[in-house]
């Protein structure tokens, strides 16, 4: 939420910054910004289609073969695209226009549904052509996951973004508790037809939306745009050089790899251990929904309390206390029981490492860091929906719950080391202090590599705490780009240094002059404090273009 009072004084601002920040203090506020109120709308009754098609997608596997293994393929089919693309998917969204790119893939999305809704009406469905196209059309979702994120800050002013999350947040949740119970009672009163239908036909609120939508402008870099590979190796070297959001990344993992269980194995439980139709397998998939929104609804205070390690350290015991009671589970009311459970642990758990991976993320790289959040989620609930599935198969449906909750226990304690952000990733805005580089004659974007050199002159008496900072400093320069970074000596001149680093290319480099932000600033300025007089001396080496005689 905003403050109340203006930044750098005790006076409340009056006029109308004052009426914005009033206006802003409510959680529901961004419902008046009518584009935001909208796609909002549009997304809600969007996702309580897909939730019916998985329940659909879920219960029909286990009519068409009740292989365990077979059955947690589903959920395999339906993460794994979000594992492979979303990387590629996160470079996209930041180098395309994103509003296009929405309307172009959701529609692809719906006339795929709409066949398999065919299909399935024909009773032409075997269990692998299930699987394909339910990985076809979450391959679809992947593509546009990272474009969804990224677009929430065009829809309200800044002061709004923070209640326009949480607003997200109950509407993802909204939509799961109504959609698996609709889709249940749609199954056992229509059809198993019917679910996919009435998904491809929510797809038009969507559609419907994007097209009344007309973004603002937006400042363009004077720069030309990534190319789509390049784009995806920056983001990697991004989360390879950011410690915060590596550990955000671990504690992922080790939090969704024991949650996929009981989401992989949910619909052999109704079906089988509880012996229930597919009205009690929406019921459940309702009731995780159920428990995620009671969870969204007193996570800020939960958050303010115990803060996002914390937070989630409380997941996945949660999450351990779901699995021991679907392991357990003979009854309705039991299973019932631990999916509240598990749906408001999962809130907890997921709602905290995705807090933490955007503290990390500044705006140039948001949709790609975002992507590498989904992918490590939807990565690890892949693989362990498989592994799970095949310790069902050996072990039975009991000891698998069993088991997973075990493993969600011990990560608690084994991932702690880790430490997330709680919003105190830094100011991450880009602080423009680099100065354009002087040149002499032309230099063709592409050519390359660069060398950079930053002369330092320092007491000798300070080199232990200056070679510490600069070490610091290290891993902001390879996030923006650099490599082979190194720092040298000068052996007959004491306190005379010299920092050293390569870049692709020119237009490489001119990129890390846009990327720096006023965090990385701050420890700019700890290593220019040592410098004896004025500012470090930096000097910029290009390889000759490759048509020149050398």
Not at 184 to 206: K, Q
Not at 207 to 228: I, N, T, Y
Not at 408 to 417: E, F, K, Q, S
Not at 501 to 524: G, I, K, Y
Request: charged letters at 15%; hydrophobic letters at 50%; one cysteine or more.
């Amino acid at each position: 939420m905003p403050q109340t009072t203006a930044r750098g004084t005790d006076k409340a601002p009056d006029g109308p910054e004052a009426a914005e920040l009033v206006r802003s203090a409510s959680p529901w506020s961004p419902f008046r910004q009518a584009a935001f109120a909208s796609i909002w709308v549009a997304t809600v009754i969007s996702n309580i289609g897909s939730w019916m098609h998985d329940t659909a997608a879920g219960w029909l596997i286990t009519e068409l073969d009740s292989n365990p293994l077979i059955v947690s393929l589903v959920q395999v089919a339906a993460s794994l695209p979000l594992f492979l693309f979303a990387l590629p998917a996160g470079a996209l969204a930041d180098i395309v226009d994103r509003r296009r790119l929405l309307l172009m893939v959701e529609a692809a999305a719906m006339v795929l549904t709409a066949i398999l809704a065919t299909l399935v009406l024909l009773d032409l469905v075997t269990p692998t052509p299930l699987l394909l196209f339910t990985f076809l059309i979450n391959t679809f979702a992947a593509l546009v996951a990272p474009a969804w994120q990224a677009v929430v800050p065009e829809l309200v002013p800044k002061s709004e973004l923070q209640s326009a999350l949480a607003l997200n947040s109950i509407g993802i949740n909204v939509s799961r508790t109504i959609g698996p119970a609709l889709g249940g009672v749609t199954i056992a009163a229509i059809g198993i037809a019917a679910p996919f239908w009435l998904d491809a036909v929510s797809t038009l609120a969507v559609l419907a939306a994007l097209v009344w939508w007309r973004p603002r402008p937006k400042a363009m870099s004077h720069l030309p745009v990534e190319r789509l590979g390049s784009g995806v190796r920056a983001g990697l070297r991004y989360a390879r050089n950011n410690p915060s959001l590596r550990a955000t990344l671990i504690r992922a993992f080790g939090f969704f790899l024991f949650a996929s269980a009981y989401w992989a194995l949910l619909p052999l439980l109704a079906r089988k251990q509880v012996v229930g139709g597919p009205d009690l397998y929406g019921l459940l998939l309702g009731a995780i929904g159920v428990g995620a929104v009671g969870g969204a609804i007193v996570l800020p205070r939960a958050r303010k309390l115990l803060g996002s390690d914390k937070l989630v350290h409380c997941g996945g015991v949660g999450t351990a206390l779901a699995l021991v009671l679907f392991g357990l589970a003979k009854t309705p009311e039991v299973a019932v029981c631990a999916a509240l459970v598990a749906g408001l642990s999962w809130v907890a758990a997921i709602s905290s490492l995705s807090f933490s991976a955007q503290s990390a993320l500044p705006e140039w790289v948001r949709g790609r860091g975002s992507a590498l959040f989904v992918s490590v989620m939807f990565g690890t609930l892949s693989v362990g929906s498989a592994v799970w599935g095949q310790v069902a198969v050996l072990m039975g449906l009991p000891s698998a719950h069993l088991l997973a909750a075990a493993g969600a226990c011990l990560i608690v304690p084994a991932t702690a080391r880790w430490k997330l952000l709680n919003g105190g990733g830094g100011d991450l805005t880009p602080s423009k202090n680099w100065p354009e580089p002087v040149l002499d004659h032309e230099i063709q974007p592409d050519q390359g590599p660069v060398m950079v050199t930053i002369e330092y002159r320092i007491d000798p008496k300070s080199r232990d705490p200056f070679l510490e900072a600069l070490n610091d400093f290290a891993e902001q320069r390879k996030r923006d780009g650099a490599y082979r970074w190194g720092v040298f000596e000068d052996v007959a001149a004491g306190g005379r240094f010299l920092e050293t680093f390569l870049v692709d290319s020119w237009l490489d480099h001119l990129r890390q002059h846009e990327r720096t932000t006023n965090a990385d600033r701050v420890v700019e300025d700890c290593v220019n404090r040592f410098h004896a007089e004025g500012a470090p001396k930096v000097t910029h080496f290009v390889a000759p273009a490759r048509n020149e005689r050398l």
